[in-house]
């Protein structure tokens, strides 16, 4: 009911930069937070970063003050901005939507980033 399209992965070296989008379409009412997740290869998804619709933010330790979560409400986007990129940081990354009026949560197909050193 609501799609999540994501673009701005690839490719960067270490202590470059890339910045991520996510637009949402269908059934958008009632949306509140937005966020990013990534998993890198064998390990657990974590949360990246969180933004509400009044654009309280929270970040997880490992990337503050390197990332940068923001929304356009009228575009129905998020972004990630990644500065200081580590290859640590190296996961796919997920777009993420949620309904907490209705327990809700929407997800998008991911988009690789990948730093090297």
């Known amino acids: 009911q609501v799609q999540l399209v994501e673009s701005g992965g690839g490719l960067v070296q270490a202590g470059g930069s890339l910045r991520l989008s996510c637009v949402a379409s269908g059934s958008i009412f009632s949306i509140n937070a937005m966020g990013w997740y990534r998993q890198a290869p064998g390990k657990q998804r974590e949360l990246v970063a969180i933004?509400?619709?009044?654009?309280?933010?929270n970040y997880a330790d490992s990337v503050k003050g390197r990332f940068t979560i923001s929304r356009d409400n009228a575009k129905n986007t998020v972004y990630l901005q990644m500065n200081s990129l580590k290859p640590e940081d190296t996961a796919v990354y997920y777009c993420?939507?949620?309904?907490?009026?209705?327990?809700?949560?929407?997800w998008g197909q991911g988009t690789q980033v990948t730093v090297s050193s």
């Open positions: 993420n939507a949620e309904k907490p009026a209705y327990g809700t949560t929407y």
């Open positions: 933004i509400s619709r009044s654009g309280s933010t």
